[in-house]
């Protein structure tokens, strides 16, 4: 089903995980084990995409993070509801180094297992893949947008927040609610949704992009976002803050090439160098797999 959303809609190439339609995969989407990745490869064989795996990275111990790479991993996930601890982190940090593939991170929205520089820390300077980098998605609540300053740090954004308008907030308290399971009325739970829903920190967003601050644009599709639409809010994030803050300083025409680059880069080649998949696909170039479409401007985006 999503995979037919994705190619209709511009997306040649998914990066993520699960098990099928269980509770395992309907927000934290990595599939765990060296079996379920073997069946999860299998299964995807006939669609018309890439596909690239990334394994359960919360183990304090390398030598299971190290099996499901073998098993054909492309990357490892950290996720909160795992527990994303900084043993968890500098573990799969380890393996990642040792394996030369990637590691993306949802961090710990409740701070209990540590803060933002926590966070920071155990990470250590090496290179990770900041999921929903504003927080609505999930992470240290209310400050992870921090990270984004960090040295080695590739931010990115999933696109329910993109861009900040009159019904994003609204649109995503339930649509957390159901993601993780929670119950409308227990107020712990009421209250951890608004704690990641900040109104703040969704329209800073818009502003990291254009600077390029952020420069990842994801779906997260099958936890809290769309991935027929990953294309359509990328441009409309442009839209909005061209018409915000006009050109950017950087441009010597009239006619935003330079936005234009930026904005084509979030969803091309930038997500394509952070996974180590570059080589392959991410741009028009002679020896990579890709394909052009042209757009009338009346119907674009």
């Known amino acids: 089903q999503q995979a037919i959303d994705a190619i209709c809609n511009g997306v040649t190439t998914m990066i993520g995980g699960g098990t099928g ?11 765990p084990g060296e079996w379920n990745i073997h069946k999860m490869i299998e299964a995807v064989e006939e669609y018309p995409l890439n596909f690239g795996f990334l394994c359960k990275g919360n183990d304090s111990r390398e030598e299971a993070l190290l099996e499901q790479v073998k098993a054909g991993a492309c990357g490892l996930k950290l996720h909160e509801d795992w527990g994303t601890t900084p043993a968890t982190i500098n573990s799969a940090l380890n393996v990642a180094d040792k394996t030369d ?33 504003e927080g609505a998605g999930g992470g240290h609540a209310p400050d992870i947008m921090k990270i984004a300053g960090e040295p080695n740090i590739l931010p990115s954004s999933t696109n329910p927040t993109r861009p900040y308008t009159v019904n994003t907030l609204q649109e995503h308290l339930d649509m957390m609610m159901v993601c993780h399971h929670l119950n409308p009325s227990v ?11 900040r ?8 502003v990291l992009h254009d600077i390029g601050a952020i420069s990842m644009m994801s779906s997260d599709s099958q936890a809290m976002g769309r991935v027929g639409e990953v294309t359509t809010r990328n441009w409309q994030t442009a839209d909005k803050m061209r018409k915000m803050k006009g050109s950017l300083p950087e441009e010597t025409e009239e006619n935003d090439n330079l936005r234009i680059k930026r904005y084509i880069a979030k969803i091309t080649i930038n997500p394509a160098i952070t996974h180590g998949i570059s080589t392959y696909v991410g741009s028009l170039e002679p020896g990579k797999i890709a394909d052009i479409v042209v757009w009338s401007p009346q119907f674009f985006g």
């Open 21 to 31: 339609p269980a509770d395992g995969t309907n927000a934290t989407t990595c599939t």
């Open 199 to 206: 109104a703040e920190t969704i329209a800073a967003e818009d």
């Open 187 to 197: 107020p712990e739970d009421v209250s951890f949704a608004e704690s990641r829903i």
């Open 101 to 133: 593939t990637q590691v993306a991170i949802h961090t710990d929205t409740l701070n209990e297992c540590g803060y933002v520089d926590d966070t920071i820390n155990a990470i250590a300077g090496r290179t990770i893949h900041t999921y929903h980098t």
